[in-house]
């Protein structure tokens, strides 16, 4: 079993940045593919990056291209997500998500955080 704990949520103005969290136990962090989601309430949670087991290899939903970038530290269990240029669309809960692959959707993924709460202000 995996266990992922988010940090980093918070509230900022439009066009600051927050950097995000998620740290893993359980399982060697190293063979994970990971990658963040994000969903807004009445919506379906949606793909927001993801990152290969090795780091490099990364993909990102178009809308945040340019502006956030997903990272991994495999010494120290933790994946990153550094967003800048933030924008008020940008606000949702934050999910990581941890399986035996990388990609964009939602049901490879058999692992996932309790979310953290980000909040842009116009």
């Known amino acids: 079993q995996v266990q992922l704990v988010e940090s980093g949520g918070g509230l900022v103005q439009a066009g600051g940045s927050l950097r995000l969290s998620c740290t893993a136990s359980g399982r060697t962090f190293s063979t994970l593919g990971l990658a963040w989601f994000r969903q807004t309430p009445g919506k379906e949670r949606e793909f927001v990056a993801t990152?290969?087991?090795?780091?490099?290899?990364?993909e990102y939903t178009d809308s945040v291209k340019g502006r956030f970038t997903i990272s991994r530290d495999n010494a120290k269990n933790t994946m990153y997500l550094q967003m800048n240029s933030l924008r008020p669309e940008d606000t949702a809960v934050y999910y990581c998500?941890?399986?035996?692959?990388?990609?964009?959707?939602?049901?490879?993924?058999?692992?996932w955080g309790q979310g953290t709460q980000v909040t842009v202000s116009s």
């Open positions: 990152i290969a087991s090795n780091g490099q290899t990364t």
């Open positions: 998500a941890a399986g035996n692959w990388y990609g964009t959707k939602e049901h490879w993924y058999e692992h």
